[in-house]
């Protein structure tokens, strides 16, 4: 029986699907293993969503944790003070994070400005956030801030176990996923890619700079500070810890190390490298918590160096060999559509 | 007023050092459109280094970077080639992306290898202070930024007197205006690159006369070099050390006026600022 | 459809400088809707400053340039892409990763939505005559149909004006006499002004009603291709000593 290759597809897809929805549930008395999982689940989120930013856009974005704490601090300080739901909270951190994004963008990508200094920008933005919230006693402060405490809440987002939130992220990764595809295919995502390639010819176009990637930036933001929301509630409190340089860094290591022109890329790098910091992390301990960043750090210098298309473009290839020979279809091998 | 001016002066003096690190770093930007985003992890290595050879040998830190900027540029070189070199054909993130590597690989390093924990050098020979019209300097500080100015003004010589330097310049200035030459200027990249860190040995050594170091120091002149050079811009060597003033003072008043720890939120707010305003910045030709 | 021939640029004193050097001197012209008119001039006459200067690539230090009335002066390629004026590059500045089709697009998509890109794709590629390797990555792709895909993304901007940058350059006998035709058809059918700077002779005597000649970064003479090549500034602006400067 011949076997069409966009119903291989299709089933592989709800394979994999199926898999992470049961996936909670066969593990579900191992708390260890499921805060593992969850946490691959955010990277893949906030991976994938830098790949707007940086795959498609081409800007080295370094602030990831700094959306994220300020989608946080958004969240939880109303949720603390005026008792907001933190589904609400989710949009309204979103929305502060973009704007935030928006001020430092702004400025920055105005034509002619090297990206450089975008990089540069975010990079210090994180480190500059945590100070401020540090010093900003009435909503930070150096000790952690708890969100009040429940069993099961739904309006809360506090349940007792991990699981729901697994279930969250795994919804906020479909729609990662999906808006990153969206775009791909979209005017927006045309014209990220002809910038990416040649910016003069693209503005003679008719392409705005500017505008394009302050449209790539808001995205991202948004749904970085989204996420952001949730975080707080799976941890229970909040501190300006979460504007961790090293963990943004961490997360456009993910996007360039998986792959910024497929949208799986950074979900796959994800998946691969922060399994394996976690497993250092347990077989180790904290002291050797540096050892991981080590290693990421090689990682990106030697993916940079030697396959700069990332390692899910192997991956890719390696699934169309297998595609063609179960399929027959030689076609498949040449495919070009953009983002897959 | 008295603590207003005083703050002012030693952040003046701290800034001649800073803009003597942002020297390198511009170097390197100028020539090769590439920040080294670990050039303030370099100044971090070189205080290391400085500390382990004092501490061994028992050596003044003043005279460390006779041994440390040899090192640097080796280092610097090394990076070079082994990093950089590879990704010059690519894509514009990517080479960006390789510096952040290092960046993060020699913080992470770093942070095995010497733990959190600060480490200082005993008093230096330059201790002490001065009085002036009633102000206190501590002589480090000036010695700092006397050496600082004098650094400053032999890379300016060896930038308009000497060959590989004038090659160096005219590789910065061919930058926007001749992609048709398509000169192959790499070893070049690799001088700027290596001298561009070396001089981080020079400050690094001075910095450690007065203070101690820490995993956290990369971040610190980090972003302080960034600020300079933002405001700076390039192309004008007497702006960097005007503007590695500036941003030493504005830090220096924020810690005395408002809180010690908003150093880098000022430096920050400045680095925004000009960006926002004139990302030529002051003395710019670009 | 364009209109008659009322001018559609105008540029008074334009005047460019990089430091010491003044590529572009006090260059005053004036182009008319629907004409075909040709900028030459030696190498490093300031042709291509020219072109940047007035699309916005570069800012002028003085002068202003007028399009459809408007003052650009300064403003945005892609602004100035939007209302009516794009451009080819003299090193072609290809999407190498994109393909033919996608880089149409990209050109489509300033004036349609969604719905109807695809559709003016498809009449691009035909009027370009690039059906053949519409899948095929840029990259991939040698100088002569790399040119025609640098026209038909231009040309799928929908421009009133189109700037062609040495796009005769590199191109056979048989390949010129294409290229010359897809112009001539773009200019009467689409009623699109041509201005085309060109060192290929052939190129620019068949295809102009007009030429300016640009010399050290000024205009020496302007007039029809008979006049032009009588003129004995010109002859020695080509021919002459250039050892001088």
Redesign the interface.
Known sequence: MKIRSTTFNRVLLGVVLAVALVVPLLIRTNQYNLVLVTTVLLYGVLATAWNIIGGMAGQLDLAAFAYLGLGAFTSGTLLIRWNVSPWIGMILGGLVATGFAVLVGFPLFRFKVREVWYALTSSALVEVLKVAFVMWEDVGGPVERYLPYYSFSLYHMRFGTYIPYYYIMLAILVIALVVNYRIGRSKLGFYLRALGEDEDAAEILGVDARACKLKALMIYAFLVGATGAVYACMYGFIHPNFFSGARSTEVAILGIVGGMGITYGPLLAAVILVSAREFLRASLGGQMESLYLVIYSVVLILIALFRPQGIAVMFRDAYRKLLSWITGDEHVLEANTPGI | MDTVVQSLLNGALMGCVYALITLGLSLI?GVM???N?AHGDFVMLSMYFAFFIGSMWGVDAVFTPVVTFPLLFIVGVVAYYL?ID??LR?????Q???T??????L???T??MWKAQPRALPYSLIQGSIHIAGYNIMLSRLISAVVSILAIGGVSLFLSKTWPGRAIRAASDDLD?AS?VGVNYRWTYALAFGLGSALTAIAGGLLMTFQQVDPTMG?RF??LS?CVL?LAGLGSIPGLLISGIIVGAAESLSMTLW?P??R??IV?LI??LV??VR?RGLFGRK | MNMSSKPILQVSNLTKRFGNLVAVNNVSLQIDGGEIVGLIGPNGAGKTTFFNTITGLYTPDEGRVFFKGEDITGAPPHKICKLGMSRTFQVTKAFTEMTVEETVRVGAYNRHGEDDVAEKVDEVIAFCGLEEIRHQKCGDLGLAPLRRVELARAMATEPDLLLLDEAGAGLTAAELAELMEILRRLNREQGVTLCVVEHVMQMVMGLCERIFVLDAGELIAEGTPEEISNNPRVIEAYLGERAIR
């Open positions: 930007f459109n590439v920040v985003f990093i590879g990704t690519q894509k514009y993130v990517t960006i992306a390789v952040v590597g290092l960046m993060t690989f913080r992470a390093i942070q095995l205006a048709l971040v980090g972003l960034w933002a809180d720890r908003a880098s939120l920050y680095f925004i960006l926002w990302p």
